[in-house]
Nanobody, 128 residues
Framework: QVQLVESGGGLVQAGGSLRLSCAVS????????MGWFRQAPGKEREFLAA????????YYADSVKGRFTISRENAKNTVYLQMNSLKVEDTAVYYC?????????????????????WGQGTQVTVSS
């Protein structure tokens, strides 16, 4: 059974930085495509960033491009989201997600419905 556990959330002032981690159980993590999403109260879950199995390909939502960086360490079964220049509007619960690519091994995904596995989320609050 695959489990994803996020950590690293918290309270930070606007302009500050946080690094989220997502630890994944299971021996096949190195083959997974991974992604980060967030959900603010009253809003739909929003795609932020995705990375393919090797880390050679990444993709970002326009809202975070240039501020957030997704990366992974397959040896540690962990994916990261480095968040810089945080804004009040970045306040949300942040989720990591994973799946085994269903077409090409190098694929990455941006849709909520394209991921099979989800973490429980970690709260990020940015104060003004």
């Amino acid at each position: 059974q695959v489990q994803l556990v996020e950590s690293g959330g918290g309270l930070v002032q606007a302009g500050g930085s946080l690094r989220l981690s997502c630890a994944v159980s299971g021996r096949t993590f190195s083959s997974y495509a991974m992604g980060w999403f967030r959900q603010a109260p009253g809003k739909e879950r929003e795609f932020l960033a995705a990375i393919n199995w090797s880390g050679s390909r990444t993709y970002y939502a326009d809202s975070v491009k240039g501020r957030f960086t997704i990366s992974r360490e397959n040896a540690k079964n962990t994916v990261y989201l480095q968040m810089n220049s945080l804004k009040v509007e970045d306040t949300a619960v942040y989720y990591c997600a994973g799946n085994i690519p269903y077409r090409r091994a190098s694929d990455l995904y941006t849709g909520v419905n394209e991921y099979d596995y989800w973490g429980q989320g970690t709260q990020v609050t940015v104060s003004s």
